[in-house]
């Protein structure tokens, strides 16, 4: 049978084994197995979303409510924004696919940086879109003007804190990037691993509102997933002008996110405090990181996320220790489909990161 042939060189996405999966190759108990491959939050979510997600489970048989009316007027308070500038999306996985559709097309060129999150290229190639690559590792911005002004892209995506390296620009040269791109070339900003990185640094700190209304050719991205401990629940969203998400909604499937996940989201923007203490517990823990990779005579890059990645050395094989370690119950990510020799590390509740500490250094 013939296919659409877009998708003839796609290489299906990877997603951090889950847990059911080492339990049945290597028979390892449950128990015994750490995940620390999909920089979930190790706290879980809060506990007030377990409660209000309990009393809404006798409206299930129900369809949701498809305005979102509820999880929209958060988010737009939230951010200071209208709702007619929210998109919402099953994760904000889902919000990219919408916004490639909507954009791109056989031969468009979408720019993205060499190392960043996979589903940009899976998505672009959907659509017969090519992808455009950066050369250095952390985001350049001088590099993207310049291949910008040489390619014409479509889309441009900008992904900071950038997975799955880690690190962050500054929110001041990408206004300045942004203010020199024209009208019709569509600039995502993804800021997925925000949350931590405006715990570190504050300068970081990308304001969805002023991006907005300084620009109308930009998108911001968000995502229930990480800071807020909500993976499963698959809610990320989009805030743009309104004429870019009146686009997207053509694309949007009904009912695309579930009376649980509405319900679960909602809840989640009302517990701050959760949130926060998720967040200081990251940064208390990725220091045992630093020292680890000192000590062990490894690089780390400077992390602005839930998650660090470890840089080895030339004798060091990342894909040769991810598996030792895998086979031991502990899930990481090895970052060779990226061409590097690294392993991604979720930071986990201390006695995770013990257990790995413990366990790679047998293997270094
Ligand atoms: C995790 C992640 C997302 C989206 O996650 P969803 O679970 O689909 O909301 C988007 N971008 C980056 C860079 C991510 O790491």
Do not use: W
């Not at 060779?336 to 790995?356: D, P, W």
């Amino acid at each position: 049978m013939k296919f659409n042939k877009n998708l003839q060189n796609i290489k299906t996405y990877e997603a951090g084994k889950p847990i059911e999966l080492v339990v049945r190759e290597f028979g390892i108990e449950p128990k015994d197995i750490v995940k620390l491959a999909s920089n979930e939050n190790p706290c879980g979510c809060s506990p007030k979303v377990i409660d209000a997600v309990g009393a809404i489970l006798p409206k299930m048989a129900l369809y949701p409510d498809d305005s979102m009316i509820k999880l929209k007027n958060g988010l737009s308070a939230r951010y200071g924004v209208q709702n007619k500038n929210v998109i919402i999306g099953s994760g904000s996985d889902q919000v990219i696919e919408f916004l490639i559709h909507a954009k791109a097309h056989n031969g468009s060129k979408i720019l993205m940086n060499s190392i960043t999150f996979a589903m940009y290229e899976i998505y672009a190639k959907h659509v017969g879109a090519e992808v455009i690559r950066t050369a250095s590792q952390e985001h350049d911005l001088d590099e993207f003007y310049e291949l910008y002004k040489k390619e014409k892209p479509e889309i441009i995506f900008i992904c900071t804190p950038n997975n799955p390296t880690g690190d962050a620009l500054d929110a001041a040269k990408i206004y300045d990037f942004l203010s020199k791109i024209d009208g019709d070339t569509l600039v995502v900003i993804d800021g997925a691993y925000m949350e931590y990185a405006i715990a570190k640094e504050s300068k970081k700190e990308i304001v969805p509102k002023e991006l907005i209304e300084k620009f109308d050719n930009v998108i911001y991205l968000g995502t229930f997933s990480k800071a807020y401990g909500l993976g499963g629940m698959r809610v990320g969203y989009g805030l743009a002008e309104s004429k870019i998400v009146e686009e997207l909604y053509k694309l949007r499937p009904p009912f695309n996110i579930t009376t649980l996940s509405l319900e679960a989201a909602s809840e989640a923007l009302n517990d701050e405090e959760f949130v926060k203490k998720s967040i200081t517990l990251n940064f208390e823990q990725m220091k045992r990181y630093e020292e680890f990779a000192k000590e062990q005579k490894i690089d780390i890059i400077n992390s602005y996320t839930n998650f660090v990645t470890l840089c080895l050395n030339s004798e060091q094989d990342s894909t040769k220790i991810s598996n030792q370690l895998l086979q031991k119950g502990m899930i990481v990510r090895n970052l060779s489909s990226y061409n590097m020799n690294a392993i991604r590390v979720t930071v986990g509740t201390h006695e995770q990161n013990s257990r790995f500490f413990e366990l790679i250094a047998q293997y270094l």
